[in-house]
């Protein structure tokens, strides 16, 4: 008998082809407490009843005329695949053959003609306990995706709103003339460097100074033309960007920001102001960063000049460096220009290290240290991202091999790459993986595959079969900066991730927000419930890794622990840490 009052309530469907066998076990669920009980005995009118009506579980016979069980299985599974009704089989055949193909199908379990009453009620009551358990989580599921969407649309708005100012700040900007330049129009930029901060700071303290700011920035935005934006690029710093404005109508509007800056404003009581440089830059169809870049260098550095200057071609120099990065950045790994960097991962309740995340660098010759935003963007945009990557795959699994044999790391240290979409969708992909590690006798449990929930996505498809394969292999999978992508729990379901690591920005607030702490045990939790690990990245401090700890986060790794260090500096660091 139910245990649980609400499994009475569930709608039985029986489909037997004799109707004694229906009403025989009508009679026995009715009799026995259940209260939806209907019974058919052709086959061809299940599909129907259940598009009506689904049934929370099905009873069905196998060998029937006009259309047997497995031919209604199939009209169900293609009529609402995952969704269809859970099943359980009604046979007198108690073969092998009949067993398995009814398991291939999805069938729950079977019952053998004739009925035992008891193992009737048994085996019925144990499906309708599962599927509700099973329906329960998914509802739990469900409501825990929209809490993060939730979430994730509001941090969305505040990463585009300046706390002080209420106004956009620097990415809210850089969308907004993206949005223009998207569609064609030409636009202006004024990157104001306010002078004078630091003395109302030092003066008259944070607070008076914020509320300055405030009022100095909403007083620009009253003063500007017709779809003009101002808000906040910097802590000394203002964007004001303007649509369809030419460069003459640019400097006249600096002009009038420079004059609004130097009126005095009342703040707290007290009568300050300040001064200003501008920068003025304008164009159709140019990146919003590029754009930007070229306002920046067109802010005066000396007084003699003014504070106000346009672009000019001097600023041409910053795109001849992207160039000649462009160009060098082919061979630069075979150059020996790229080394690899190592970030500790550690076991947030043991306190051990227990792998690292493999980084990659980049010493240009003539330009220094390139910064891994700069280029691994380029990389993905030429496709050298392959080359690079195999060449990471290959430097780390040789460096992890030679401190396996040297006895510098245990056998459960583990080495995480990235791998870019590019690489996830390439056919060849597992057999290069596969081939790096026997190549260099390393395990495939010592290696972790990290991609981004946006790498998934490029194409789910071919991404998912080639994660599967991986970790056929037994190398694990691990979706970095969650949260920041299509956070799904439908694509999760479908790959086999065995760690979630948790993106930087999630972290931001989890000690002085509770809501900001909820969505990260929730999002803990929601993992562990999917079998997974969890890594909590940007740990900068040792009451977040104390609070992570609690939530029964496994792993973490961030600047409190160690920066990213080349191999050399990182084993000092493990050494330090057993």
């Known amino acids: 008998m139910p245990s649980d009052p609400t499994l009475y309530q569930k709608r039985l469907l029986v489909v037997d082809d004799h109707a004694v066998n229906v009403e025989l076990l009508q009679d026995l669920l009715e009799d026995h407490g259940y209260q939806q009980v209907a019974g058919l005995t052709d086959p061809r009118e299940v599909l129907a009843h259940c598009q009506a009506q689904a049934p929370d579980l099905l009873l069905l016979d196998i060998r029937m005329p006009h259309m047997d069980g497995y031919a209604v299985l199939e009209a169900l599974q293609q009529a609402f695949a995952v969704e269809a009704p859970p099943t359980i089989v009604l046979t007198a055949q108690v073969d092998d053959d009949t067993r398995r193909r009814a398991l291939a199908m999805g069938v729950r379990d079977f019952l053998t003609k004739p009925f035992d009453h008891e ?70 930029v004024l990157f104001i460097v306010l002078e004078g901060i630091d003395a109302i700071m030092r003066y008259q303290g944070h607070r008076v100074t914020e509320a300055f700011l405030h009022e100095l920035a909403h007083r620009l935005k009253d003063a500007l033309p017709e779809q003009g934006v101002v808000g906040v690029w910097g802590s000394h710093e203002l964007l004001l960007i303007q649509p369809r404005a030419s460069t003459a109508e640019l400097e006249q509007l600096a002009v009038r920001v420079l004059g609004e800056l130097k009126r005095p404003l009342a703040t707290s009581g007290v009568r300050l102001r300040v001064d200003g440089r501008i920068g003025v830059a304008g164009g159709v169809g140019l990146e919003p960063e590029r754009l930007v870049h070229m306002a920046a260098l067109a802010v005066p550095h000396a007084r003699e000049v003014g504070a106000i200057q346009a672009y000019s071609p001097a600023l041409e120099a910053g795109e001849q460096r992207r160039m000649q990065l462009r160009q060098a950045l082919p061979q630069a790994f075979a150059r020996g220009e790229t080394s690899l960097h190592y970030q500790s991962k550690v076991a947030l309740a043991a306190g051990h290290i227990c792998g ?205 622990f160690a920066r990213p260090q080349p191999a050399e500096s990182f084993l000092p660091v493990l050494e330090a840490y057993r």
């Not at 240009?364 to 280029?375: D, I, N, Q, R």
């Not at 990557?389 to 030679?402: C, D, I, K, M, P």
């Not at 079969?465 to 691990?478: K, M, P, R, T, Y």
């Open 356 to 560: 690292a995340e493999v980084l990659v660098r980049w010493s240009h010759p003539t330009l220094g240290m390139v910064s891994p935003a700069e280029f691994i963007p380029m990389a993905e945009a030429s496709g050298d991202i392959l080359a690079l990557g195999a060449w990471v795959l290959e430097s780390a699994l040789a460096t992890l091999s030679h401190w396996r044999r040297a006895g510098r790391v245990d056998e459960a240290f583990s080495l995480a790459v990235n791998v870019s979409a590019h690489q996830l969708c390439q056919p060849g992909f597992v057999a290069e993986v596969q081939e790096a590690l026997a190549r260099y006798d390393v395990p495939p449990a010592a290696l972790e595959v990290e991609v981004t929930e946006s790498a998934v996505m490029t194409d789910l498809e071919v991404a998912t079969l080639q994660l599967q394969q991986l970790a056929d292999l037994g190398v694990s999978i691990a979706i970095d900066d969650f949260g920041t992508g299509h956070s799904s729990l439908a694509y999760l379901r479908r790959m086999p991730v065995e760690t979630i690591k948790i993106d930087r920005s999630f972290l931001t607030h989890l000690l002085e927000d509770a809501e900001s702490h909820r969505l990260v045990e929730s999002i803990v939790a929601m993992a562990h419930g999917l079998g997974c690990r969890v890594v909590a990245e940007g740990i900068e401090a040792p009451a977040q890794a104390v609070s992570l700890a609690a939530m029964g986060c496994e792993m973490g790794q961030g600047f409190w």
């Open 119 to 188: 193992e009737v009620l048994a085996r019925i009551h144990n499906a309708l306990r599962d599927q509700s358990r099973y329906q329960w989580r998914r509802d739990q599921a469900a409501t825990l995706e929209r809490l993060v969407a939730q979430r994730t649309r509001e941090l969305e708005r505040l990463s585009c709103t300046d706390p002080v100012t209420n106004l956009p700040n620097r990415r809210g900007l850089t969308a907004t003339l993206g949005e223009w330049q998207r569609d064609g129009m030409e636009a202006g």
